[in-house]
Nanobody
């Protein structure tokens, strides 16, 4: 079992930055692939970023490439999402998730989820 707790969301103006954190507890964090997803009102949950446990390889959704960065600190059992140049369309609830499977970007591939943190970008 893995427990995930997101933090760092809030209200920011377009062009601003936020850093989300996801603290994990429970089973060995280092062996999990960690992902970030988001869900806007009336829309399906969508993939944002993923970082593998083995080589810290990353993958980002096209919509956030060049603006967002995912990283992890295994010593702190924490994964981060640095979000720069935020746009109003980035407004959503952001979720952290953990999977034992490498390179998974589908919602269905993740076994554990946090409760989410709201990010609102004003124009």
């Amino acid at each position: 079992q893995v427990q995930l707790l997101e933090s760092g969301g809030g209200l920011v103006q377009a062009g601003g930055s936020l850093r989300l954190s996801c603290a994990a507890s429970g089973r060995t964090f280092i062996r999990y692939v960690m992902g970030w997803f988001r869900q806007a009102p009336g829309k399906e949950r969508e993939f944002v970023a993923v970082i593998n446990w083995k080589d810290s390889g990353t993958m980002l959704a096209d919509s956030v490439k060049g603006r967002f960065t995912i990283s992890r600190d295994n010593a702190k059992n924490t994964v981060y999402l640095q979000m720069n140049s935020l746009k109003p369309e980035d407004t959503a609830v952001y979720y952290c998730a953990a999977s034992p499977r490498m390179g998974v970007i589908s919602v269905l591939g993740y076994d554990y989820w946090g409760q989410g943190t709201q990010v609102t970008v004003s124009s």
